[in-house]
């Protein structure tokens, strides 16, 4: 009999658990939402706005502020200025010369009539390939680059 009434208490205890555990779950699944007050809207029909332009205008300071010094006002220099066209020597574009087992190309080019292999990154009568391929190539002469096309025979 000791051991049916120990049972029973465990029994209550156990269903005491659980339902406790499952209590606090449904409730907080399902949270009460206070109820809310709206508060009543007076309103006023007759709105009257009073606007005033506030006016101001801006000075020059001549002094500084923080360090007390007077200040000049800075003159601006123009900073144009004329770029000098350079005339280029009569260039053409000749051709290419490749060699299969190098990688590196040779250029024909006809400086002043005078025909030259340059090669990428060569000078030349002062005129220095930057780029090139077998259509076009960029040369650079006093600073200034100019696309030449190849001539077509």
Do not use: C
């Not at 300071?61 to 010094?69: E, Q, S």
């Not at 060699?99 to 250029?107: D, G, T, V």
């Amino acid at each position: 009999m000791k051991i049916k009434k120990k049972t029973y208490v465990l029994l209550v205890l156990v269903i005491g658990v659980w339902g406790t555990v499952t209590y606090k779950i449904i409730a907080g699944l399902n949270p009460d939402l206070p109820e809310l007050n709206t508060p009543q809207v007076l309103a006023k029909a007759n709105f009257k706005v009073d606007t005033v332009i506030d006016t101001f205008s801006i000075k020059t300071v001549d002094r500084d502020p923080f360090l007390g010094t007077i200040t000049k006002p800075k003159t601006v220099q123009s900073s144009t200025k004329k770029r000098k066209t350079v005339t280029w020597l009569p260039v053409e574009y000749l051709g290419i010369v490749k060699n299969k087992n190098y990688k590196e190309q040779i250029f024909i080019i006809s400086i002043n009539g005078k025909q030259s292999l340059v090669k990428k990154g060569q000078t030349k009568d002062s005129i220095t390939l930057v780029r090139g391929n077998k259509n076009r190539l960029t040369l650079r002469y006093k600073n200034e680059q100019k696309v030449i096309v190849r001539k077509a025979h």
